[in-house]
């Protein structure tokens, strides 16, 4: 086992199963799930300066700038649970991005221990996303078709009986997404083949084969 805390991102198209995937291997492994898009819609929430500017590229389906992006993520990466480990859910996603976490983990003598990209077929993401709605108090993903509450309007999580959807998943802003994921996310899978740290997984199965496989690697990479 190393010293530093583990680093991991889990990279995919909007839909792969990022967030699904990033919650259970929190659970699982005690990491911590560090999701660039929970920290932007909860500046666009707060009505920040930072959330005002990132609300309306947000809403057409774009990526914000790294200049907001890397601002918030260095503020929560400084907080003391940290420490635990980490699993990067939606970041980075521009070659910019990759560049400042490669620097920012050498700063600390770290590196990604592993990216691990889920690969989907596009236009099954489509159904993926419009069907997704999730608890409103603890955030808890659910889907209309692949995964419903045990008890219908129940929270299985924390009985929570309040649920939303995002304004930013619907069939032509999700297009849009898929368009940015593959111009400007996708050519980050070479740069992690690159590096050596790169873990494919074949993500269109059952939601606990992936997380299975996903254990498996993450079991290796922190051994
Ligand atoms: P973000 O919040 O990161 O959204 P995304 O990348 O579009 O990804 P999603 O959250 O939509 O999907 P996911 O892969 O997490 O899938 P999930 O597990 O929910 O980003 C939103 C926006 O913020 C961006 O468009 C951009 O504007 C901005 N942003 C964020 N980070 C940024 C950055 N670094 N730089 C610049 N801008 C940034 O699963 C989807 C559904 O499918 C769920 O209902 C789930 O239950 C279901 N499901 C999951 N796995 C399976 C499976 N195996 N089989 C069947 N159903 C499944």
Redesign the pocket.
């Known amino acids: 086992m190393t010293d530093a805390p583990p680093v991991l991102i889990?990279l995919?198209?909007?839909?792969?199963?990022?967030?699904?995937?990033?919650?259970m291997l929190e659970e699982d492994f005690g990491l911590i799930q560090l999701?660039?898009?929970?920290?932007?819609?909860a500046a666009v929430a707060s009505g920040s300066d930072a959330g005002l500017r990132?609300r309306a590229?947000?809403e057409?389906?774009?990526?914000?700038?790294?200049e907001?992006?890397l601002a918030i993520?260095k503020d929560r990466m400084a907080e003391p649970d940290m420490a635990r480990g980490i699993i990067l859910?939606?970041?980075?996603?521009?070659a910019g991005?990759a560049a400042a976490l490669d620097a920012l983990l050498a700063a600390s003598g770290q590196k990604v221990a592993a990216a691990i990209s889920?690969e989907?077929d596009d236009e099954a993401?489509i159904g993926?996303?419009s069907?997704?709605?999730t608890c409103a108090a603890c955030g808890e993903?659910?889907?209309d078709?692949?995964?419903q509450p045990a008890r219908a309007g129940v929270c299985d999580k924390c009985g929570g009986v309040s649920f939303t959807r995002?304004a930013?998943?619907n069939a032509e802003?999700?297009r849009e997404?898929l368009r940015?994921?593959h111009i400007q996310t996708a050519p980050l899978i070479a740069h992690y083949e690159n590096m050596g740290v790169l873990e494919p997984i074949a993500?269109?199965?059952?939601?606990a084969r992936?997380q299975q496989e996903l254990g498996t690697v993450l079991c290796r990479v922190t051994a």
């Open positions: 889990i995919g198209p909007p839909g792969a199963g990022k967030g699904t995937q990033a919650r999701s660039t898009g929970d920290l932007l819609r990132a590229v947000m057409a389906g774009q990526l914000v700038s790294d907001i992006v993520l859910d939606g970041f980075p996603r521009t991005q889920l989907v993401m993926r996303i069907g997704r709605y993903g659910y889907h078709s692949f995964k995002r930013d998943d802003t999700v997404r940015a994921y993500a269109m199965g059952p939601i992936i």
